[in-house]
């Protein structure tokens, strides 16, 4: 757990940060440098941008630098060198937690953002459970942005998938494999399509899929497994704006060998999954509370 916090920006980024960027970058300058739902600032910067080749920058209520370009204007790679420029130059007071590149296609009135997103995350703290993982030989198989969001750290295999079916799809398989430790995998279509946009359809449809796809977790889990689903923040998709929301997340634990109806209560750090996933592997962390014994048989 950090001790201070990454720096926010909700009145958008200061001059001598932009005016860095554009002189190291070559740009020819930016657009947007506001708080700002990522489709929304397509939707009314989008056009600009077009004509003027100048990338959109904009943040949230999170520690991000967010760089969004049109595909067939600023192509993949020199977006993802923009960003990795960016991630060098916000360092010291400046050093957000993430640089993230926001690639969009589409024409005026109908822009949409592409699944190829990548982050630029801060390295973590070397006491980080992929870490310690790693360094006692276990396997770490990061699915999804997971590797990206641990700037790859400890991470043993990164299994691309971009979109809520291909994280089920590659998380099946990575149980299927010969491995021994951690599956890290992440559902971003939760957040990224349903809950900033505030659809709750959506969000119901992908919560019914996702409850359809279970089964085949659970078949695919052996006798030893445990698997924890929660999340990192609320995103209610009902909620008004479009940033995260601050409601409680769910944890829900499940294994074969593991202990029915425990109430884990209100946990006090999602550190606490860390830990619990630590000691199941002999392992000691310096921050969480392990639960393990609440949901161990023996």
Aim: aromatic share 8%; hydrophobic share 35%; net charge negative.
């Amino acid at each position: 757990i950090l001790e201070k916090a990454f720096p926010t920006y909700p009145n958008g980024f200061p001059s001598a940060v932009i005016d860095h960027f554009i002189r190291e970058t070559g740009v020819p300058g930016i657009l947007g440098n506001i708080p700002a739902s990522g489709t929304e600032i397509i939707k009314d910067l989008g056009e600009e941008h077009v004509k003027t080749a100048k990338p959109i920058i904009y943040t949230s209520g999170d520690s991000v630098f967010q760089i969004a370009a049109h595909e067939q204007v600023i192509p993949l790679p020199r977006l993802y060198e923009i960003c990795e420029t960016a991630r060098r130059l916000l360092d010291g007071e400046h050093k957000v937690g993430r640089v993230i590149a926001r690639p969009f296609l589409g024409e005026p009135g109908a822009f949409y953002r592409t699944e190829n997103r990548h982050d630029y995350a801060v390295p973590p703290p070397p006491e980080n459970l992929l870490v310690a993982l790693d360094d006692e030989g276990l396997d770490v198989v990061c699915i999804g942005k997971i590797a990206s969001i641990y700037d790859s750290n400890g991470v043993t295999q990164d299994l691309t998938a971009k979109n809520n079916q291909q994280s089920i799809d590659q998380t099946i398989n990575a149980l299927k494999a010969e491995s021994r430790g951690l599956i890290f995998s992440n559902l971003v279509d939760f957040d990224m399509l349903y809950g900033h946009r505030r659809d709750t359809e959506g969000f119901a449809r992908a919560l019914e899929h996702f409850d359809s796809r279970l089964p085949e977790i659970e078949a695919a889990m052996g006798d030893g497994d445990l698997m924890f689903i929660t999340a990192d923040h609320g995103n209610d998709p009902t909620y008004p704006g479009s940033d995260h929301t601050r409601e409680y997340a769910p944890l829900l634990v499940y294994g074969k060998g593991a202990r029915a109806g425990v109430d884990l209560g209100t946990r006090d750090s999602l550190a606490d999954i860390g830990q619990t996933i630590a000691e199941n592997f002999g392992i000691r962390l310096t921050a969480g509370r392990s639960f393990l014994a609440d949901i161990s048989k023996d």
